[in-house]
């Protein structure tokens, strides 16, 4: 296969802090509709990855294809219009907006909405606000504002945030961190739902929920891969193991 037959291509990505080289050499590639996860031990460079793509941190060397575009030529905001969306650790939610006005005003608005466009694109941001909330299981709590929500619900919402920007590339950093058993089962539903028609790249640290929701995992250590396949191959490869076991 070819780098433009993935959505996602990174290759022979390096990037150094003071010559230290947290990411180094790194290639893999990300299909359609595929969930990708990216474990490995704390300073294993995962974060750091993922700044790469959405453009916060500049490549020393490599590049990162979306489809047939250079990432690392592009800007933040050029990256996010491309169709790459990302979620922080730390939700940036407005709280003191309803669920609906939070994903109302994420909506994007390249557009003109001038005149006799501006009601049809209201019923439209209605229409996919309603949508996008049944997607994240809030469709109930569209009028409560955000503060008012449990943590695993905010989670949703901001995932929800992205989701109306309708993002090719969806990135999330411990998405389920901090969440109830149950309330992680159906993240791991939610991110199965929204498959169709984009890719995921996903940070964990919970194995359950990895086992849950990977199609293929990729162990980064030392900015490298160490293992790459399917969560059964990787946990019983002896690399992964010794270094998970730290001996
Ligand atoms: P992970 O997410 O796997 O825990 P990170 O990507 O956060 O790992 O970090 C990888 C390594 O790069 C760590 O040693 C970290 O200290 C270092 N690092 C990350 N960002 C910077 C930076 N902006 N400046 C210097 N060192 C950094």
Redesign the pocket.
Same mark, same amino acid.
């Given at each position: 296969q070819q780098p433009k037959d993935f959505l996602l291509s990174v290759e022979g990505l390096t990037v150094s802090? $003071?010559g230290?080289k *947290? !990411?180094n050499d790194l290639s893999f590639y990300v299909d359609e509709n595929e969930i990708r996860v990216i474990i +490995?031990?704390? +300073? *294993? +460079?995962? %974060? %750091? !990855?993922l $700044?790469l793509i959405c453009g916060k %941190?500049r490549a020393t060397s490599g590049s990162i294809h979306f489809r047939d575009r250079d990432l690392t030529k592009m800007r933040e905001n050029e990256i996010v219009q491309a169709g790459v969306g990302r979620k922080f650790q730390t939700p940036s939610i407005y709280d003191d907006l309803t669920v609906f006005e939070n994903l109302e005003i994420s909506f994007p608005r390249g557009r003109s909405v001038l005149g006799a466009l501006t009601f049809k694109r209201d019923a439209e941001v209605r229409e996919r606000v309603h949508e996008v909330a049944e997607m994240i299981f809030l469709k109930d709590r569209l009028a409560m504002r955000a503060d008012l929500l449990s943590h695993g619900q905010k989670q949703w919402l901001e995932i929800g945030m992205l989701l109306i920007q309708d993002p090719e590339l969806l990135m999330l950093d411990e998405p389920v961190a901090g969440m109830s058993v149950s309330e992680r089962v159906k993240t791991a539903e939610l991110l199965h739902r929204i498959i169709e028609g984009r890719s995921v790249l996903v940070?964990e640290h919970d194995m359950k929920f990895v086992e849950d929701i990977a199609h293929k995992v990729t162990v980064?250590h030392q +900015?490298q891969i160490l293992s790459e396949g399917t969560m059964d191959k990787v946990k019983n490869d002896p690399k992964v193991i010794e270094v998970y076991l730290g001996h």
């Open positions: 802090f $003071d230290f *947290a !990411v +490995g031990p704390n +300073g *294993a +460079g995962k %974060t %750091t !990855v $700044d %941190t940070i980064l +900015g």
